[in-house]
């Protein structure tokens, strides 16, 4: 999925959005190397070296990926077990950026 964050990333520079990543990789290491290389540039937390480690845990992640559609307000408005489809998921988010900035 990073081709497509990344573009969401670029398109909404200058909107109220943020992407945020959980990375299940074995080792920190793992994870500075794939950021690199995949030059992410938005955040991404380590998730203990496993698909259960502590955030995954706390937020009831049961399958890779999961996302969550969180809006201005911190309420989570859609959940995606699954890569979802783009164009669908590029609307929602616009939705939900266009609520957030009052239109």
Do not use: C
């Not at 964050?5 to 190397?33: C, H, W, Y």
């Not at 992410?40 to 998730?47: A, D, E, I």
């Not at 959940?79 to 929602?92: F, I, M, Q, S, V």
Request: hydrophobic share 35%; glycine share 10%; no cysteine.
């Amino acid at each position: 999925m990073y081709p497509h964050e990344r573009s969401l990333v670029s398109k909404m520079a200058d909107k109220p959005f943020a992407l945020l990543g959980v990375n299940s990789d074995q080792t920190r290491e793992i994870v500075k190397k794939a950021q690199a290389d995949e030059k992410l540039t938005w955040r991404s937390f380590w998730n203990g070296g496993s698909t259960q480690g502590p955030i995954s845990t706390a937020w009831g992640v049961h399958g890779w990926p999961t996302l969550f559609l969180i809006d201005h307000k911190g309420v989570i408005r859609k959940t995606y077990l699954g890569a979802p489809n783009g164009e669908a998921l590029d609307r929602e988010i616009e939705a939900l950026v266009k609520e957030a900035e009052g239109g």
